[in-house]
């Protein structure tokens, strides 16, 4: 059996195996204040063309989310998201845990546009029966593999500037968002044009780790009080710092997404030669075809991925995710057996 | 410049770094349902003699305490900690963010006894305006370095179970609690005296991790969900997994502490033979010896430690802490330089 | 101008105050223990037909709701309610702030049915990534007027034992549903039917107070414990014992709701008969008639009243709602300026 | 049995009830834009002397003292509070349910002083290792009977101002504290020297209600939404915004509070004449004579009173409580019987 269940069924890239080794009996200071911490940060600054951000690492994306959005909110205020969004679909109300309501709002592609805001706007204005919407969460790219495109994220930031909304970007695959071939985006314009987003380290070839980023520092000048009170400050923070610093110190972190996107867009390629619908139009390293329930089940019996949605009677839509270990031999394996039945 | 100021300075044992690689390519299952942690569990389910256990790993001591004391009270519960308690000490407020008071006692040692929690127990009699204490937290070795005798722990555990208490410990430092030369106690003591408690991996010689262990799993049948809640279910739950695996499928967890509460005790006994006290009675890895602040002036030219507590006008009371990692050539140097200021 | 805009525009039915008055100088003891408390909470359990309830009295639905719900739920737990239901939309995000979601679902007449739940529960499937939903919340009357029909609660009631759901009657406008002409249910049957429930005073002849009944005590044996920590235990819990025991002490509270649901059923006859739709079928003492822009700018001259949605370009549905205070007369004016126009 | 156990066991004063009579069908606006809601801040910020104040009532002194809290504080941020203060003795954990440590100070006379923040924020400077002492909240009275000086409490503003901690009164028995003997403040001076404090109506005459201040509105621009989320917003809050009309439209307030003060003082005259000792030095409404066990069971017999604290084998502190409300003759009465003794 071969997964192609999510991007995190293997370890890490081996040049970061590779340096914890290297770095192993180096002595460190704790808690993200290592050299290693230290460099990754610096570094990531220069790639957002940022002098000024204040960056953490921070384990996970659950943690990233709730830790971010209990930081920057008060007691009153709500944080809209698609209803597909990570900290609505995934998460065991984590944001809702922290005493904020996930405010949803439904849409086909995974995306939020300006005009579901104002909608949301409209809709929580009796004061003070309802809670404030005060943060717009996005992902990119998004729980069903579409991406932003920079007018799109322009627009949007405008808006929410105009309404005095946070605008958190959820990076958990924005590695693969930024290397999409329909991608218009780049990490310094997702630094002017959000508030605060992540880049996700664990699945795009870290052991664990993402990158949190405030481009105005002045919103969560205390974020470390918040880290450590949530349970996220890693004692040996030199792991997390590794990991950025493998990922970034060259461009391994976007080979390794544009590795996994091509092996996506590859099976995609042949499951539109072959006729089969697509139920979200992704360009990146999720796709969800739409197959006859034979040849999920014929399939099913060689690759692991899960089935997503029942289409109707004979037919379902499967996730199948690639990531930056994908063996391009199994993939091919896949597109012959694919092709066949 | 040598560091005896915690025991998180260096990565991990190499046996663990080395098992990440060769596992490093094998798919697995997301969210701690790999192979790995399905075998740490299993060993260490033999380890404490009890198959019926659940046990969960997290990334850290903070995560532990804050998700297990939330999980196990109801809103208007409270738990009672020494006031040198991790959870009240050095945590940003954790527990008390999940809604929970911390009641706090003084303490000599460190260490609760039974005549603490009564006298809690009657402070906060006047129901319905007070919280409910309805936990004991413990830490085995305790913050300032001094372990539980297995009469203190059969006693404090049959006190919590006549009262509806539950009995929770704090293994961070465990491995150095049980391979002290005084301790009496066993994992399978731990497992039978107590509710729940965790088996630090991050403080002897995991990169990161603990072990959480409910001995009476019907406290907590959905535990997991709190993991994800709460951010703590890392999607490569292999990395923990493979910390505990390789720390217990022999008995290197045991020979790892060992070497850290040697290496504390070696310098110790130069302090008492010097004829400088100690401000605690620790047989573990952390020694609190009170110095000249000359000696100590001296010293920190060469070595790293916190100065603890002004002691009177010339002395203060120092942390030495050692570890898994601790180099007996630089303990050797450590004593040497003591003895000639 | 004459407000049909709520039902809490005036004060309390006068036997209400005049007994206040009464009692004024008796010393009482507080915090709920009062002679009028425990007296109106003996009356109640008659009323119920269950001795073994545990009842609280509150100030208010939105306190009511939120303790309730903190109380009954674990951290990893929901409530389910229509999403027209009073803790989604008019409670500023009140469940959410003691750390639960509220999952939602669109109903056409504000009512949860068994596929309802149903699909909520397959919805939230995959444990451990989202929350459990543990609660079915419900209103009655709901907050668009419609009122459950015993064998909908029957049905409803069987299905939450059999998933081990708690069902939560909100009893804000009981009254007005008690006594709608096509009401089948009483007090005994809610006391059978639910877990808990609550009997709304505010909006039906009280100064304040919400009665919360417990109908196995056991689910939430230290509810009192909560009711402090939440600011809900008044001093002198005189002043809501005092509401109740007028209100239930004979009849008073249902035919104070009897009135105002006559008020209202006076002035649908009146629209029906205009040939104006409703928006909801209500039996009870808020309707929604769909007028003509035109009539409601002319009614709005005369009486306040809520405009609740847009229909069509030239039609909106206005909420009238009458109460236990309602004046007949003016009641008459309104119909008969109604007819005018 | 005649009661001087508490200052809330009678009901109102007579004309909070003869108003409530006055206005019951008075049709008003709900959740406290009443116009008697309104008349009633409008006095009070003539009487505050600050017209930009923001006022706001609220039902009792737990609920005020968590929604103040936890509106102005960040997650991370903590409250300190002398170990007597009512957050940390007699509210069931209600900040700490909001997410919130209250550090405690022990101190003789229930009062803070600059020396004891200092020393707070001495201990809790290890960030991001602990909670940031971020507002300091004083009793006044105190909950042991003794008040501000006004030199004192231009020393802790001053203090608070330079460290940027908000300084937060709590006036649960305010009136008490403007009234004694021996104090040098205004209502005025209240809103010069601290951010926010509350006047209490529930222990001075009121059947509920706690008036409270935004000295610096700023500081807390979106209470409103807090009132409501936390269950505080009465439908009806005319009831609350009456009681502080009649209180506060001429001096009833201070009147009522001189009334309890001079009950109190004249009993503590007679417990000095007889040689006994006081626990505190009281000059409010509060008084705790330390008498020998037998005076104390003679007086029990015909008065309800606790017993505070045991002094030794043969004597205990009690509690005597007068109020607004309390008979004279039965003050002379009590006096009487203890000459007796």
Redesign the interface.
């Known amino acids: 059996m ?2 192609f269940k ?1 991007d ?5 890239h ?1 040049n970061i ?1 590779h340096k ?2 290297e ?8 808690y993200g204040e290592d050299a290693y911490s230290l460099e990754a940060k610096e570094i990531l600054k220069q790639k957002i063309g940022n002098p000024q951000a204040s960056i953490y690492f921070l ?2 994306g ?6 971010v959005i ?2 920057l909110l ?3 205020e ?1 944080v809209i998201s698609a209803k597909t969004g990570h900290i609505y ?6 944001i ?7 405010i949803t709002v439904e849409t086909a592609d995974g995306k939020l546009k300006v005009a579901d805001i104002a909608q949301v706007l409209k809709d929580y204005s ?7 919407p005060k943060m717009v969460y996005i992902s990119n790219s998004t729980e069903i593999g579409t991406i932003y495109q920079k007018a799109e994220l322009v627009e949007l930031s405008a808006y929410c500037k105009s309404k005095d909304l946070y605008l958190f970007m959820d990076g958990a695959r924005l590695g693969h968002a930024l290397t999409a071939a329909n991608n218009d985006l780049t990490l310094a314009d997702l630094s002017a044009l959000t508030d605060a987003f992540y880049i996700g380290g ?2 795009n070839g870290a ?2 780790g993402e990158a949190v980023i405030f481009n105005r520092p002045e919103i969560a000048p ?1 974020f ?13 923070g ?2 997390l710092g590794i990991q950025f610093l493998e990922l970034f110190k060259d461009d391994l972190y976007f080979s390794l997404a544009t590795h996994a996107n091509q092996m996506a867009m590859k099976i995609a390629k042949v499951v539109k030669e072959k006729g089969y619908a697509m139920l979200t139009d992704s360009t990146t390293n999720q796709i969800f075809p739409i197959l006859p329930n034979e040849v999920i089940e014929h399939l099913n019996q060689q690759y692991e991925f899960y089935v997503w949605k029942q289409i109707d009677i004979e037919h379902s839509a499967v996730r199948i995710i690639t990531s930056w ?1 994908t063996d391009e031999a199994k993939v091919d394996e896949f597109i012959s057996d694919l092709k066949r039945f």
């Open positions: 071969y997964s999510n995190y069924a293997e370890g890490a081996p195996l914890l080794i770095a192993n009996f180096n002595q460190q200071a704790g384990s996970g659950t943690q990233t989310n709730l830790i209990a930081s008060r007691i009153h709500a679909a995934n998460e065991t109300g984590a809702e845990a922290t005493g904020h309501r996930v009796l004061r003070p029966h309802v809670v404030k664990t699945k052991l664990l205390e470390d009080y918040a880290l450590k009170q949530r349970g996220a400050l890693l004692a040996k030199r792991l270990a």
